[in-house]
């Protein structure tokens, strides 16, 4: 045969073999698998990149450049090239003064239109705080001041505010300023003007302590170029910031929901890879037959090899094609649903999910069926003629050596990572191995225990070893799967919400003078307030590390400028809360401590220091210096008031210092800390409480994505049950017209086929809970970093979940056995 | 493909009318059993003349069915030799006899063996497209109108009664005008009057056709149609 003929030949069997269902469930496991494939890329890719825009709110820009000097002009020249977005704003401290001539410190923030370019900055008046009034820019000759500063100088709606050479009048409240958290600690009151307003005010000078930021926004691509551009092409004096280097908080929420959105692809891929592999052995072994026929009358074993590799290439691209429809419908419902909870259209998804959908669909096709197809061209041609000639290649280590290939490169289309893939696939096969050998253990010690009512059942799974422990494996899988999604899902997404406790500060107060510090926790305690600690912070600059001055140790001027940073260190004897030591030893609490430093670890990694090295900080002129004694853990999502550097009392205690608290309250916020700054001259009470929300939020909805991701998951799951129980159809039907034929009732064969289905559901119950426990404990500890909960319920939903799912599942799916006239049955198996 | 099975094509479309078409010495089978090595065929020869049908009997288990496969090349003996069409098939591997076989040889199965994916003309057309021959469907049709169903060509092979479906197989195996046809209980499966309308069937076509036939069965009547007979019997084959 010539290869147009073959093609003819294969098109006209493949016809046959739609219209007969033959391909029914594999057909099924692909399309399965190509839509969840290319429904979760889409939606992963168009979520991770609408939750990569709710993380530049933070920002307010995709991009940021700043610098304590003027920005050079070929920036913008290169962002417009670029055909960004783009605004500047300029920060500096300076004074205002209200009517009263009352006078307030406070930072002021220039901004030019289009400011924020990402997130939205939420305005009132000053008479009506709850009531929405947005503008888009301060009108030249106005400010927008913060509840901090109107509480302050008791300022109304249209008041007028000194600031420089220039008056102001007062026109909103900034009730929210979207990247006001990228700097907690900027204490002072916020005053928004127009950037053209700044040179009236004759505000800055040469030498004045301005920073000056250039914001960009735009696509993905731009964006890197820009900051490729940036970091080799501008001073290093500029820092240069991208939504990566969000704030902690942000930027773990984020990394986390991908990583449940990337393993809840992967373990659909996984399930999907499943079930094709259960129907392509069942495609192959129905073919033996025919090969045989064919091979009888001539055909040579590649031409039966091609002629059924084509078939399998054809339901390739029919269920590619048809899975990429579906999937882009799935994900066009899904991100619909999604959009209301999003404030922004989300972005367009790329063209990759499709290409790695249908590259997983041929993968895994090819991998798992490439050993049986080649089994089937190789059939023993005796077989028609003798059927006890099974002449099928029984040696298993090719067809799994394979297998594993094929589910290794299917797992990394989807993860991407080479490593994480290789464990997926090493854990999985361990799985798999442990569900049969255990299984097989299992069904012998049930047949051990059953009663004479179940034998029929029990001597079923053991007749068909074979294709038992292949149907408890699939079944084990699939119920993991579901237990997984079903509980530790619920349970691991629950502990990440813990992680922000409800008893998390939302607000900060800095700046308490040491003579203050009694009389305000006198006035918090009467507000009702807890408070955690009030700690004292000391402002210093890293001078020397073991007597080395650091300046000189910083090889570019971009680590020198972080050498100049100003560091927040505290003294304490007890350890602060939110942290455990890692490395070392804490001091003694009792106050009788050497002076000491405790460093949080990931700044000691970060700068290769070591326990028993010396540090030396300037501290308003005078240099302290004590040996690091410890490293600390700390957990910089407690929200709680925390510290790379402490020291202890010894090291500290005399240096100036002023105090910081942290704690939370339930009433409004400017009503509580309303007489605070008048009462407390100096004080900064600061509300964290919208940052947190935006967190909490970013969280619920990266849960919402990951649960709806799931949904494809279960789809998968059941395919791999369906694909499971129709493996062993062919067989039951014939058996049970046997032992209709030999006057068992349609009841009995029901019960044995129900009991059957139901002994093989709770055995794969009792194993998949087990291994999901076991999955759940390591997701959790490894990478999702949060506690684990044994969870009981795991094991009773297990069992009997898989008894009665699976009887259920498997009575539907075997009808055929109970409505095939046996004499039908008996002809087509002579 | 490749030289030898070039030279079995062309050795095979100018069968030497002296020598016979099909023939086997010395043919032994041996298989390991649980009670160690058994010995199904012991030394057999045989040889099937151009257009002679012989006919082999005997009990079930007998080994019938094993000695059809060796001489048609779907199994190969222990030891001994088959001659098929002038090739000796022991020179041959397993796609050589398959191309050997492939337009040339037919055969006639117990249970049919019609594929199911494809129709009835799709069946009858199968050996002609597997040795390129031209107008393959316009051959089959006619095949399948002397079979008298040419009105079910395009039903599949399970909505055909059994009787039906083996006058398809008898289309099938007779369309490429093989000089050569194997039988293996072809009424074994269908009621006597079906059966004796399908050994008619089979028997004018071969007439008409002249092709050797080697069929096996246990049905006595049905072994005294062909020209001579064997009994299988211990391994061994006598005369009847």
Known sequence: MNFPQQLRFAGRAFKRDVKAGELRVLALALIIAVASVTAVGFFTDRIGRAMERQAADILAADLLATSGLALPESIATRAIELGLDTARHTRFPSVVVNQDDESQLVAVKAVTSGYPLRGALKLTTLDAPTEPAPLDTPALGTVWIDVQLKNILAIDQGDTLTLGAKDFIVERLIQYEPDRGENVFEIAPRVMLNMDDLEASQLLGPGSRARFTFLMAGEVSPIDSMKDWLESNVASEVRVQSVRDGSPQLQRALTRAQRFLGLASVVTVLLAGAAIALAVRQFSLHQADASAVLRTLGATRTEVVIWLVLRLAMIVVLASVIGIVVGWFAQLVLAKLLQTWFSMVLPAPGIWAPVIGTLTALIAVAGFGLMPVLRAGRVAVMRVLQRDYSGLDTSVVMTTLIGVIATYFVVLLQSRDWLLSAIVVAGVVAMLGVFALFGRIIIKAVRAVAGARYRLSVAGLQRRAGSSVVQLAAFAMGIMALLLIAIVRVDVLEAWERDIPPDAPNVFVVNIQPDQVDGFKQRLDNQNIKVAGVFPMVRARLAAHNGEATLADEQNERQQRRARREYNLTYSNDLPIAGEIVEGEWWATDGTAEPGWSIEEEWAAHRGYAIGDTLTFKIAGVDVTAPIMSFRKVDWESFQVNFFVVGSPATLVDMPATFVSSFKIDSDFSTTTGGWAREFPGIAALDIGAIMNRVKTLMDRASLAVEYVFLFTVLAGICVLLAAVQSSQGERIRESALLRALGASHHQIKHAVVAEFAILGAIAGLLAAFFATVVAWALSRFVFELPYEFNGWLWIIGVLGGAVGISIAGYFATRRVLTTPPVVALRNTA | ?240
Do not use: W, Y
């Open chain 2, 1 to 240: 493909m490749n030289n030898s099975t070039q030279s079995a094509d062309s050795a095979a479309a100018q069968p030497l009318a002296d020598t016979p078409v099909l023939s086997g010495s010395q043919i032994e089978k041996s298989i390991s059993g649980p009670s160690g090595l058994l010995t199904i065929l012991h030394s057999l020869d045989i040889a099937v003349d151009n257009s002679e049908a012989i006919a082999i009997v005997g009990p079930s288990g007998s080994g019938k069915s094993t000695l059809l496969g060796i001489l048609a090349g779907l199994d190969t003996p222990t030891s001994g030799s088959v001659h098929m069409l002038g090739e000796n098939l022991n020179d041959l591997d397993e796609d050589q006899r398959a191309r050997l076989r492939a337009g040339k040889v037919g055969f006639v199965f117990q249970s049919f063996q019609l594929l199911p994916g494809l129709n009835a003309l799709e069946n009858v057309m199968l050996p002609l497209e597997l040795s390129n021959t031209p107008d393959a469907s316009d051959r089959a049709m006619t095949m399948l109108d002397q079979v008298g169903l040419a009105d079910r060509a395009t039903h599949q092979p399970l909505q055909l009664s059994g009787g039906e479906q083996q006058r398809v197989a008898v289309a099938r195996a007779f369309v490429s005008n093989p000089a050569l046809l194997f039988a293996d209980e072809p009424t074994g499966n269908l009621d006597s009057g079906t059966g004796h309308k399908i050994s008619d069937l089979m028997f004018s076509l071969r007439e008409q056709l002249g092709s050797a036939l080697v069929l096996v069965t246990h049905d006595e009547t049905l072994a005294m149609r062909c020209d001579r007979r064997l009994r299988m019997g211990d391994g061994k084959l006598t005369s009847v």
